[in-house]
């Protein structure tokens, strides 16, 4: 296969993959949550490009004057949607506003630039592509991508990071489980822009396959996530908290070191609550819910939790969910048994939830680990 074949392979491949790959994220969660989002990362600033490369290959001169100015304008749209996917996922409050409007300042700039120059002019630039050098449109195009990767991925990480700390205090440990894959896709996301990178700087006519390749490989990743971890809203406020079943000893205070006598004194306090409350079976329990519950500071509990325990404390409350849900489990008829009687009895608000957090906690779902009984 010569290379401008299989050039041409790998384009027309990925519009192909990609155009699938959306309308299942979209068929399966039927518009729902930030599937919509999600399609566009998908759709938006590759499909047009890989339509150009393929034209051009093809030597479609009318589709690919056409092209031109759409694709060194959408491929800078993939950072503003990235960074809009994250804000949609973790900020409840959020809300599409005119100011937003900012981020198509760049796509609009090489849009500009591409439809002022002449068709002349725009047929030997493309003809120059051809040749694997780029011309000073594509130069602006990729000095713009690179300065928005830098910025964005920074805001995104600040912005991921912060909220993460939040969330685990005021979230349920559910509400988590079921976004915790997205920062894991946008640091992926980064570390392909930086393979992407190294590798055009050294031969730029990369540009035109191996983006192609490992952009379908983050897509893969994107759909898969979005459709088995159901998008679950973080409530602005927590439920009332309900009174405690028994007094317990006064406030215990947060102090900037804490030995092991300590922290197993704060973990037998909790475990010994949430053994006699039954609190974890509640689905909206947190960290922050639970520390005023039990009149600990969340910052001691959290650090006792993790001292003492090893994990932190969605850990904790989800093995206590799994050993009811074992036991719940053994409780059914083997031949007979129904799983979805089961998440809601255990704290889970999904099924989806459920069967993550029990393979995570046990290696098997709980299928497997019920026929092993």
């Known amino acids: 296969m010569e290379y401008n074949d299989f050039i041409l392979t790998v384009n027309s491949s990925s519009i192909i993959i990609l155009l699938g790959m959306a ?27 890989y339509i150009y490369n393929m034209s051009r290959m ?25 960074w809009l996917f994250a804000k949609k996922n973790f900020d409840l409050n959020f809300r599409l506003k005119p100011i937003h409007l900012l ?16 068709t002349e002019e725009r047929i030997a630039s493309i003809q120059h592509e051809m040749t694997g050098d780029d011309t000073w449109i594509g130069d602006i195009n990729t000095f713009i991508i690179f300065v928005q990767m830098v910025a964005y991925f920074t805001v995104i ?6 909220k993460k700390r939040a969330i685990r205090d005021t979230a349920s440990d559910a509400e988590w ?22 590798c055009y700087a050294i031969w730029p006519r990369t540009d035109a396959w191996l983006i192609q390749i490992l952009n379908v490989i983050a897509m893969f990743y994107l759909v898969y996530n979005s459709i088995a971890h ?30 092991d006598r300590q922290m197993n004194e704060v973990c037998e306090r909790a475990s010994r609550y949430l053994e006699e409350s039954k609190a974890y079976l509640r689905p909206d329990i947190s960290l922050a819910i639970f ?24 850990e904790f409350i989800n093995r206590m969910r799994v050993e009811e849900a074992k036991r719940l489990l053994l409780q059914l008829d083997v031949k007979d048994y129904n799983i979805d009687s089961i998440y809601t009895d255990c704290g889970f608000r ?24």
Request: proline letters at 9%; aromatic letters at 12%; charged letters at 15%.
């Open 23 to 49: 309308a299942v994220l979209l068929a399966a969660t039927r518009f729902r949550g930030e599937s919509g989002y999600a399609a566009a990362i998908i759709v938006l600033p590759n499909v047009p490009v």
């Open 58 to 82: 093809l030597e479609w001169h009318n589709l690919t004057l056409f092209m031109f100015p759409i694709s060194y304008s959408v491929n800078t749209l993939l950072m503003p949607l990235l």
């Open 103 to 118: 981020h198509l300042l760049p796509g609009l700039l090489c849009l500009g630039l591409s439809l002022a120059i002449p």
């Open 157 to 162: 990480f600040r912005f991921l990071h912060r």
């Open 177 to 198: 489980v079921q976004k915790e894959w997205i920062p894991v896709f946008e640091y992926l996301f980064a570390g392909l822009f930086v393979i992407v990178m190294v």
């Open 230 to 259: 159901p998008v679950m809203p973080i409530k602005k406020n927590a439920e009332d908290i309900p009174e405690p079943t028994e007094t317990y000893e006064p406030e215990i205070s947060a102090t900037p070191a804490m030995d």
């Open 291 to 314: 520390a005023k519950e039990i009149n600990i500071p969340q910052r001691t509990l959290s650090r006792s939790i993790n001292g003492c325990l090893g994990c932190n404390f969605f």
């Open 350 to 373: 999904s099924r989806s939830t459920f069967f993550l957090v029990f393979k995570k906690v046990t290696g098997k779902s709980p299928v497997a680990w019920l026929r092993e009984r």
